[in-house]
């Protein structure tokens, strides 16, 4: 079952804050997320193991609610280069086999 | 370090003829593989994943087909391409573990077109 991810599109201004949410009806393992520009290939950003973590670096954190089956993205001060399409992939189960939202299409402005 | 490739970049075909995208990874071993495909604007559909030589999941049934005939070697064809078949054709590769997670790892992906 592909995870939903809300909103579909964001635009930001330079230095505003964005969150990005993942929700999937089954219970998750884990929960990657992936940045992609146009053009080119998903990059890897952070997992997430179920137990609730946290985890960030730079100005991009992201959350685990195992028990909402939930993650969220959160974008802190954004910069140009954020601009892109976030995906979350969602694991079931152990063997490596995500399943991909939808996307989130973001777009920072000067 | 590892490093993944995907050939070929482009590649425009005719409805109905065969099709062969090969991806091989370097610098590591016995890894997992992944073929995705992305409609034009869309998410990334998994098609196939392999955990070893001759192990292949399909994810969705079609036209299409995977091999594995190397540890580093995956192989997407298909003997009759349709319209639908267009898109964009990533390959990726993670760490084989039971243990833990293990973030995936893009090819530069193959745009292809049928017309």
Redesign the interface.
């Known amino acids: 079952q592909?995870p939903v991810q809300s909103p579909q599109a964001v635009i930001l201004r330079e230095g505003e804050d964005a969150v990005i949410n993942c929700s999937s009806s089954k219970a998750l393992?884990?929960v990657?997320w992936y940045r992609q520009k146009h053009g080119?290939?998903?990059?890897?950003l952070m997992?997430l193991?179920k137990g609730g973590e946290q985890k960030g670096h730079d100005k991009i954190s992201a959350s685990f609610n195992e028990k909402k089956q939930q993650s969220s993205l959160y974008l802190t001060a954004s910069q140009l280069s954020y601009s892109g399409t976030y995906?979350c992939?969602t694991?079931t189960g152990?063997?490596?086999?995500?399943?991909?939202?939808?996307?989130t299409e973001l777009s920072v402005k000067p | 370090s590892q490093t993944i490739h995907q050939w070929p970049a482009t590649l425009v075909q005719p409805v109905g003829s065969p099709l062969s995208l090969e991806c091989t990874v370097e610098g590591t071993s016995n890894p997992?593989l992944y073929w995705?495909r992305q409609a034009a604007g869309?998410?990334?559909?998994?098609l196939f994943?392999s955990?070893g030589i001759g192990q292949i999941?399909s994810?969705v049934p079609q036209n299409l087909s995977a091999s594995r005939p190397q540890d580093r070697q995956f192989i997407l064809s298909s003997k009759k391409l349709l319209l639908s078949d267009s898109g964009f054709y990533?390959c990726a590769w993670?760490v084989?573990?039971?243990l833990?997670?293990?973030?995936?790892?893009?090819?530069?992906?193959t745009r292809l077109t049928v017309t």
């Open positions: 592909q393992y884990s990657h080119e290939a998903p990059v890897f997992i193991l995906f992939g694991e152990q063997g490596g086999k995500l399943i991909f939202g939808q996307g | 997992n995705y869309r998410g990334l559909q998994l994943y955990v999941s994810e990533l993670s084989d573990s039971l833990a997670p293990y973030e995936q790892y893009f090819g530069p992906g």
